[in-house]
């Protein structure tokens, strides 16, 4: 049972705008954390942003640029990524904290999510 598809990656210039999707399953949306994370080629996958305690965070690397959101009607989150660079090319995963952990910083760490999607290609051209 696929439980998480990503979609609307692909290729745009730098400056450009993109808007990444994550389709839930209704039991997986409802998971104490949904986040977006990325890994570019030879790098460490890194995160991006979540949704979790009905707020939105983002790393300090797209603060300002990208910002996550969700509709509850349609399951889903959404990842608007605007004044796109080069160093954003990367795979972006949307996944999924089923499990409670105290303290929220744990959420910005890939270490409390145990859903995945398959990823979707980000490249942004020079």
């Known amino acids: 049972q696929v439980q998480l598809v990503e979609s609307g990656g692909g290729l745009v210039q730098a400056g450009g705008s993109l808007r990444l999707s994550c389709a839930a399953s209704?039991?997986?949306?409802?998971?104490?954390?949904m986040a977006w994370f990325r890994q570019a080629p030879g790098k460490e996958r890194e995160f991006v942003g979540r949704w979790s305690s009905n707020i939105p965070w983002h790393a300090d690397s797209v603060k300002g640029r990208f910002t996550i959101s969700r509709d509850n009607d349609k399951n889903t989150i959404y990842l608007q990524m605007n004044s796109l660079i080069p160093e954003d090319t990367a795979i972006y995963y949307c996944?999924?904290?089923?499990?409670?952990?105290?303290?929220?910083?744990?959420?910005?760490?890939?270490?409390?999510?145990?859903?995945w999607g398959q990823g979707t290609q980000v490249t942004v051209s020079s």
């Open positions: 996944s999924a904290a089923t499990r409670y952990y105290s303290g929220s910083g744990i959420y910005s760490t890939d270490r409390a999510y145990d859903i």
């Open positions: 209704p039991r997986t949306f409802s998971s104490y954390a």
